[in-house]
């Protein structure tokens, strides 16, 4: 019988490039294919079931690249694909993906065996992973050339299990034979050193201990800490993660970097943790703990904020004050200009209003010495002065009492007096005195 694909049949073979097949515990027949994802066999009425890849469904294949399949002990199938495994669930027909860069060294499958413990054994272009799926999140160990293996790339389909369990992977330089129990685990939880702090790159300190407290100026604005867990079996895949508590907000994966670095740290209380683990990821979790205490400058102490918020309250409020009375100045400059401009106002208003009077007096017939009397009351009220006196002079140079303000009062030439003298031979002139 042959299976070909049809474009006009849904049911047939999804591609005709067919890279892996696999028979599970129940008889039916998976088929993996290049770019059609995967294919589960109907023996009757001999048609496929196709499931691929949905960029939009999280449960869907992860890749239509199907390259291995394997069973595990409990009957789960697993789907290597290049671009990451997929665990297949009968009940709902949707897959778990396992795709994380940061979970698998590589996403890219070659090859797929599940060994007689549960493990699943994979191929993959940076090594051998082992993964042991039965936890809720699973763990996984992976090696490398520096463990033994022929490279750290393998060839797609090169990958076989024999009846005694032996587990066979090719690659591009030969292929490796091992017995899955026979790889033991590095069980030691390591103990933690920091080796080295430094200050602008410059160590400083390498005899660093449990609880001690390092006191670093403001000043000290670059400061790094170098560390390591002793565990020697394979210390390059020892791996770390680090928090300076009052900075950091979480732990940092930093893999298998041995150092780290802060810049510009304020003023206060920091404690810096670090957790290692061994060439397996065995971790200890107590890890270790170096307390920092970073003085800060005195712009950053508490006290000269207070007496810097004083001062500029101060300041504010003192300037508000001098603010306020130089408005109040203006004020009183302007109230005095208006007041002066008001008065000189209102006395050209009672000049004018004094010569119009005057002139009705002059026109009238009223007699002399009562028009004289009226221009001498009014010349006084327009003047300011006390007291108007009108003398006149006669031919032989004595003077005489014509008109005056202060009726009964002519002897009394206290205070600002205004003279007016007449005389018969030259005009009038006027003498303005004050005692």
Same mark, same amino acid.
């Given at each position: 019988?042959h ?8 049911h ?7 890279l ?8 039916? +027949? ?16 001999? $048609? ?22 394997? !069973?595990?002990?409990?009957? =789960?199938?697993?789907?290597?694909? $290049? ?6 669930? =009968? $009940?709902?027909? $949707? ?6 860069k ?8 070659h ?11 994979? @191929? /993959?272009?940076?090594?051998? &992973? ?6 809720s ?8 050339a ?17 009846? #005694? ?14 017995y ?10 390591p103990?933690?050193?920091?080796t ?26 670059f400061?790094?800490? !170098? ?6 079996t ?21 893999? /298998?970097?041995?150092?780290? @670095?802060?810049?510009? %740290? ?13 060439n ?13 205490k970073v003085?800060?400058?005195?712009w ?11 001062? %500029? ?9 001098l ?9 009183? *400059? +302007?109230?005095?200009?208006v !007041?002066? =401009?008001?008065? *000189?106002?209102?006395?050209? =208003? ?13 026109? &009238?017939?009223? @007699? ?8 001498? #009351?009014?010349?006084?009220?327009l003047?300011? /002065?006390?007291?108007?006196i ?5 031919? !032989?140079?004595?003077i &005489? ?6 009726e ?13 003298i007449?005389? #018969? ?7 303005? #005195?004050?005692?």
């Open positions: 019988m299976y070909v694909h049809d474009p006009n049949d849904p047939s073979l999804s591609d005709d490039t067919v892996s097949i696999c028979e599970d515990r129940r008889g039916t +027949l998976w088929v993996g294919t290049e770019l059609g994802g995967l294919n589960r066999f109907n023996r009757q009425p001999k $048609t496929f079931a196709v499931y691929t890849h949905d960029p939009d469904d999280p449960s869907s294949l992860s890749h239509d690249g199907v390259v291995a399949m394997a !069973e595990d002990r409990r009957g =789960r199938l697993w789907v290597g694909t $290049t671009a990451g495994l997929n665990m297949y669930d =009968r $009940t709902t027909g $949707t897959f778990v993906r396992y795709t994380e940061d979970f698998f060294p590589s996403v890219w499958i090859g797929l065996v599940a060994d007689d413990a549960g493990s699943l054994w994979l @191929s /993959t272009n940076a090594g051998l &992973s082992r993964l042991d799926p039965y936890y999140r699973p763990t996984l160990r992976n090696f490398d520096s463990d033994g293996l022929q490279s750290n790339a393998f060839n797609t389909g090169a990958y076989f299990k024999s009846e #005694s369990g032996e587990i066979f992977f090719g690659g591009v330089n030969g292929f490796n034979a091992f899955p129990e026979q790889i033991k685990t590095n069980t030691n939880s103990p933690l050193v920091i080295a702090f430094k200050k602008l790159n410059r160590t400083v300190r390498t005899d660093i201990t449990e609880p001690e407290e390092i006191e670093l100026s403001y000043k000290d604005n400061i790094s800490f !170098e560390f390591a867990s002793l565990d020697f394979a210390p390059e895949k020892n791996q770390y993660t680090y928090q300076l508590e009052g900075f950091d907000q979480n732990w940092v994966y930093a893999g /298998t970097r041995r150092y780290q @670095s802060y810049t510009n %740290l304020k003023g206060g209380d920091y404690v810096f943790r670090v957790k290692g683990s061994n397996d990821e065995v971790w200890n979790a107590e890890g270790l703990a170096v307390h920092i003085k800060p400058p005195v950053e102490m508490w006290w000269f904020r207070i007496i810097a918020g004083l001062l %500029l309250i101060g300041g504010l409020f003192v300037g508000y004050r603010r306020i009375r130089n408005i109040e100045v203006r004020t009183r *400059e +302007l109230e005095a200009l !007041e002066e =401009r008001t008065y *000189e106002i209102e006395r050209r =208003r009672q000049v004018a209003e004094g010569l119009r009077e005057i002139l009705v007096i002059l026109n &009238s017939d009223r @007699s002399l010495k009562e028009s004289l009397d009226y221009i001498v #009351s009014q010349a006084a009220l003047t300011g /002065t006390a007291k108007v009108v003398f006149q002079r006669d031919e !032989e140079g004595g &005489s009492i014509v008109a005056s303000n202060s009964g009062q002519k002897d009394n030439l206290t205070g600002e007096c205004l003279f007016v007449l005389s #018969s031979a030259r005009r009038p002139s006027a003498a303005r #005195s004050s005692e």
